[in-house]
């Protein structure tokens, strides 16, 4: 069965310093979203990104974060500043009708 | 806006038990219903859904009907095990699943031998 592939799945990175969290999306998926989950809660919606541009964002997505595909199979998500409250599981996800399908997540933890 | 609420946790049952998680939404328009499930240490997998009123989704013993009149999509299991254990999310989408999706808060349920 296909699926969202995510790297790495923990990361550990100092307060201000740039991450990149990567996602490959299943290959025949146009629509692809960032969520995150800080642990024990609920999982909220980042960002939604169609034909090479955001399509939606959440209040949360604010000018640290930004989106990108750079190629024809890769799905990134950097935040360039970490701060402590970043400190989540980011779920990446693709849809195409229907087939909505979640990656495993990366644990991301800001010391 | 869109909004799911979900039957507040956690929920302890024993093996063979029927369990029902309560899901209510509200949403403009005619959105897909989904269950997603959260094993330990592990992400999202899906569950089961239904795309419009009165479908019933249905996967590994489990079922949810989407109740238009009602605006509910309760998650129902005539008999559990202990590998049920797990976090249930209730959760909603538009635009044919091609938009966001809105969770509820999750329900922790724990099934003892």
């Known amino acids: 069965e296909p699926e969202v592939t995510q790297t790495p799945s923990h990361q550990v990175t100092q307060m201000g310093q740039e991450v990149i969290l990567r996602c490959v999306p299943i290959?025949?998926?146009?629509?692809f979203y960032w969520y995150r989950q800080i642990l024990g809660q609920k999982v909220e919606f980042l960002v939604s990104?169609?034909?090479?541009?955001?399509?939606?964002k959440s209040e949360i997505f604010d000018d640290q974060f930004s989106v990108e595909r750079p190629d024809g199979s890769n799905f990134t998500l950097k935040i360039r500043s970490t701060k402590l409250e970043d400190s989540a599981m980011y779920f990446c996800?693709?849809?195409?009708?229907?087939?909505?399908?979640f990656g495993s997540g990366t644990r991301l933890t800001v010391v | 806006g869109d909004s799911v609420t979900q039957m507040e946790g956690p929920v302890t049952l024993s093996e063979e038990a029927f369990l029902t998680i309560n899901c209510t939404y509200t949403?403009?328009?005619?959105?897909?219903l989904f269950w997603y499930v959260q094993y330990p240490g592990e992400g999202l997998q899906l569950l089961l859904k239904?795309?419009?009123?009165?479908d019933k989704g249905s996967n590994k013993g489990f079922e949810a009907t989407y109740r238009k009149e009602t605006t509910s999509f309760h998650l129902e299991k005539g008999s559990v095990q202990v590998s049920d254990s797990a976090v249930y999310f209730c959760?909603?989408?538009?635009?044919?699943?091609?938009?966001?999706?809105?969770f509820g808060t999750g329900t922790r349920l724990t099934i003892i031998p």
């Open positions: 996800a693709s849809s195409q009708d229907y087939g909505y399908t």
């Open positions: 290959s025949n998926h146009l629509y």
């Open positions: 990104f169609y034909n090479n541009e955001i399509s939606e």
């Open positions: 949403a403009t328009g005619y959105p897909s």
């Open positions: 239904a795309t419009k009123a009165d």
């Open positions: 959760a909603l989408g538009t635009n044919f699943g091609n938009e966001k999706l809105t």
